[in-house]
């Protein structure tokens, strides 16, 4: 199966959840992983949305507490490493989808590039615009029936 990093801010504003909620859906709809930080924010709007198709979710958190993670996550790995565990939210995606965020996203984008991995932004990150491996897409649809359509994950 192929599995999908959802990368994007750890906040509860509004429209990012619902861009990262779109995107759990679609890729669930694919039959899609999706992995994820398994905190708040975008991270549990993507969760939520895979988990209401049906999809299945995989949190990777930096603490120990199992527990920490939201509800919608249905594989738990705690690392106990803070943000280092940013290494392995990536490593374990085919690729990765970038939502606005901060610094933390910011270094998962980066540790995607370094690592040869494609990232695909929705909803605009606009220090990345003229980075090579970077992909635009405006829409969360779009962006996953890219990833599906484009060999890239066999």
């Excluded at 690729?95 to 980066?110: F, K, R």
């Excluded at 003229?130 to 990833?147: C, L, N, Q």
Aim: glycine residues 16%.
């Amino acid at each position: 199966m192929v599995q999908i990093a959802v990368v994007g801010s750890g906040s509860n504003d509004k429209e990012i959840k619902s861009l990262a909620q779109e995107v759990g859906r679609e890729i669930a709809k694919y039959g899609g992983v999706l992995v994820c930080g398994g905190l708040g924010g975008a991270m549990e709007a993507a969760a939520m949305g895979a988990k209401e198709m049906g999809g299945a979710t995989m949190g990777i958190l930096p603490g120990d507490d199992a527990k920490s993670a939201n509800k919608y996550i249905d594989f738990v790995v705690v690392t106990g490493m803070g943000h280092a565990r940013n290494v392995i939210v990536v490593k374990s995606a085919d690729m990765v989808i970038a939502l606005p965020g901060g610094p933390g996203t910011l270094s998962e984008i980066a540790l995607a590039l370094k690592m040869g991995k494609q990232v695909i932004s929705v909803g605009g990150f606009l220090p990345w615009e003229k980075i090579e491996g970077v992909k635009f897409i405006k829409s969360p649809k779009e962006a996953v029936k890219y990833i599906f359509d484009s060999g890239i994950c066999k």
